[in-house]
């Protein structure tokens, strides 16, 4: 049976077929031909004006930031749903809590449900241009709602309901929304968090609100409505059980689909917007082609709201396939509660993290011989670089006929720029490629391409999913300074896009990452990524995560502490700080020998589990212009602890 990256290939041009990098190439050379190529291969409708041949009718400037794509073109994400429901059977989503509790979406009931939620929202005043949010756990009601948004030309905004509620309003708060989906709690570590005054909270930050959507989760406690003054409530549960023919709006290819939020970890969060079309050409050339989902397929990454990879994980609707929510912890009561739930949902697609793989290989666990995973064909892991050990691990005790796509993207764009793509070799820590339509380079601070060397990693063409703009950012400042205005040896490069990571490209064109290039390790005039550090140190038996800074100090100082937290029953003794010493100078460098070896409460990350280098760095060399918001970190008790410890450094 032949992938659809197969299919595809097979309708362009001689030369390309059959070769991934010749195809590669093409569709950075000509990328108004391979956007056309797949508008058609995947015969997406138009209801605006003509699509005529030639660039021009795809993109008549090409230059960034301000490229347009698609000038005249009238679309709507959710035709792209409807369209899988009309022709597929089964469930369309599916919601599974830590209890095990399911909620189940069919295929064919998606359109009633999506239809009468979208009429109570616009009898509630919600219209094209209005702004709905979403303050939930990982439930399929997020996605219904989300989709009733669209549907209406409304724009959707999501916080994961782990945020505190100020956390979540200075979000959401930015957007002025017309209305606000919430729940009463949700079940975690086998606990139950109870939301709802925090949901109060958030609805009296919120005075936009003309209308506020409930959902109950079973377990909790009913919502109380008193307070919320005049707005309409909607009962989720009693809207779709009376189904309405969903009525689709038009929209212009760059019509805001949603609102995505920066980390927010040293500043205000930014909002990214992207538009309709872009999002849906990008999302079935990587979702459709790379990752070869289509109808029977099974789709989990295990996400929250506020993670792109919510939005990411709905693409597998636009191909056919049933996505898969997960609201708990992943590693509740153990760390084989992900891989139980592969095998009883059939998963054929898993997206995770390195941490989960990390806590399941530390825990001695064999999925491949304690589930049947025989459906599972691809795994995912994105979030932080995935070590090449971890690769091995899949490939022992996971299955090795299934495939391991380490991707990387960013919220900036929804999307991935390189990873795994069907057909392609795997190499234990590496990316396979970069994805067709991603002009992913390598460059010297003198702007010369690397190749098999360490640099900054840019995008050289652009992207129909780039932002189609910051919220809030009129005159484009903001989003020109995020990305293009950066200054090289050589001065300015006008119409590229600096990613912030370092990355080698390879010769076979596959990428490694090396970890945010503002987080560099400068040991004696040696640059280094903290990912090459995190995977010799992270393969220790007993090490469960590290974290290594480099601090600038007085008169030309540095100090490269490296903080660790252990497994249960291990201590850090001097031998393990010789043999985790003795592992770096041996596997990686001399020269990048952490100073200090010092066991930490926890490590610091954003909510979406990135390691929050850059600002910490800060902290520890006592600079008092570091501005970190703790209500976008995982654990804010942990910034009293590393202050303290950079007080107590003595250069």
């Known amino acids: 049976m032949t992938t659809a990256i197969e299919r595809f290939a097979d309708g362009l041009p001689d030369g390309v077929r059959g070769d991934y990098a010749a195809m590669w190439q093409w569709s950075i050379d000509e990328p108004a031909r391979f956007w056309r190529a797949l508008w ?65 979406v069919d295929r064919a009931d998606l359109p009633g449900q999506i239809g009468a939620l979208a009429a109570a929202l616009a009898d509630a005043g919600v219209g094209r241009g209005d702004v709905v949010v979403g303050y939930l756990p990982d439930v399929v009601e997020a996605m219904t709602v989300f989709l009733a948004t669209a549907s209406l030309g409304a724009i959707w905004s999501g916080c994961g309901a782990d945020y505190a509620p100020d956390g979540a309003a200075a979000r959401l708060g930015q957007l002025a929304p017309s209305a606000l989906i919430v729940a009463n709690g949700y079940r975690y570590n086998g606990k139950w968090i109870d939301k709802r005054s925090h949901v109060d909270e958030l609805v009296a930050a919120l005075p936009t609100l003309r209308a506020i959507v409930t959902v109950h989760i079973e377990g909790g406690p009913d919502l109380c409505t008193d307070g919320w003054g005049e707005v309409t409530v909607i009962d989720h549960a009693a809207v779709v059980a009376e189904a309405r023919t969903p009525q689709v709006t038009d929209v212009a290819f760059d019509h805001p689909l949603w609102v995505l939020f920066s980390s927010g970890t040293t500043g205000r969060p930014k909002g990214i917007v992207h538009g309709h079309g872009g999002v849906v050409l990008e999302h079935l050339k990587v979702i459709s082609l790379h990752s070869d989902l289509g109808p029977g397929d099974v789709f989990f990454w295990q996400t929250a709201l506020s993670w792109m990879m919510w939005n990411y ?17 992943p590693l509740y009561p153990d760390a084989d509660r992900l891989w139980s739930l592969l095998e009883r949902e ?4 898993f997206g995770t993290s390195p941490g989960q793989l990390q806590a399941s290989r530390k825990a001695g666990l064999h999925p491949g011989t304690d589930h049947d995973l025989h459906r599972l064909a691809t795994l995912g892991s994105t979030g932080s ?103 090289w040896d050589q001065g300015p490069a006008p119409g590229v896009w600096r990613h912030g990571d370092w990355v080698t490209v390879t010769d076979r064109g596959s990428v490694v990452i090396h970890g ?78 952490p100073d200090e070896v010092i066991e930490a409460p926890g490590i610091p990350h954003t909510r979406t589990g990135k390691k929050l280098e850059v600002p910490v760095t800060g902290i520890l060399a006592g600079r008092t212009d570091v501005a970190i918001d703790p209500r976008s970190m995982d654990d804010p008790s942990l910034l009293e602890w590393f202050t303290a410890q950079g007080a107590a450094h003595r250069w």
């Open 40 to 104: 058609d291969f995947f015969d997406l409708e138009n209801r605006g004006a003509p699509l005529d041949s030639g660039d021009d009718a795809v993109l008549p400037d090409p230059g960034m930031p301000g490229a347009r794509w698609f000038p005249g073109v009238e679309l709507n994400y959710v035709d792209e749903v409807l369209r899988h429901a009309r022709d597929a059977k089964g469930p369309a989503l599916v919601g599974i809590d830590e209890a095990g509790e399911r909620t189940v």
């Open 346 to 349: 059939g998963v054929t697609y």
């Open 516 to 593: 945010r290039s503002d987080a560099t390790l400068n040991r004696h005039g040696i640059r280094m990524g903290s990912a090459d550090i995190y995977e010799v140190v992270e393969a220790v038996p007993e090490v469960a995560e590290a974290f290594v800074l480099g601090v600038d100090g007085p008169d030309g100082a540095y100090w490269m502490p490296l903080f660790v937290t252990l497994v249960d029953g291990a201590v850090l003794d001097d031998a393990l700080i010789r043999r985790i010493a003795s592992d770096v100078r041996t596997r990686l460098s001399p020269r990048h020998v």
């Open 313 to 329: 994980r709905v693409a597998g609707l636009l191909c056919g396939a049933t996505v898969i929510c997960y609201s708990g912890s």
């Open 385 to 487: 670089t995935l070590a090449a050990d971890l690769f091995d691990w899949v490939d022992e005790n996971v299955g090795a006929d299934v495939a391991v796509s380490s991707v990387s993207g960013g919220t900036d764009v929804v999307t991935a720029f390189a990873g795994g793509s069907v057909g392609e070799p795997v190499v234990p820590g590496e990316l396979s490629v970069r994805y067709l339509g991603v002009a992913l380079h390598s460059w010297a601070p003198d702007r010369t391409e690397l190749v098999d060397e360490v640099g900054e990693m840019v995008i050289t063409t652009p992207m129909p999913s780039m932002p189609v703009s910051f919220w809030a950012d009129d005159d484009g400042s903001r989003y020109r300074a995020a990305y293009f205005e950066h200054e």
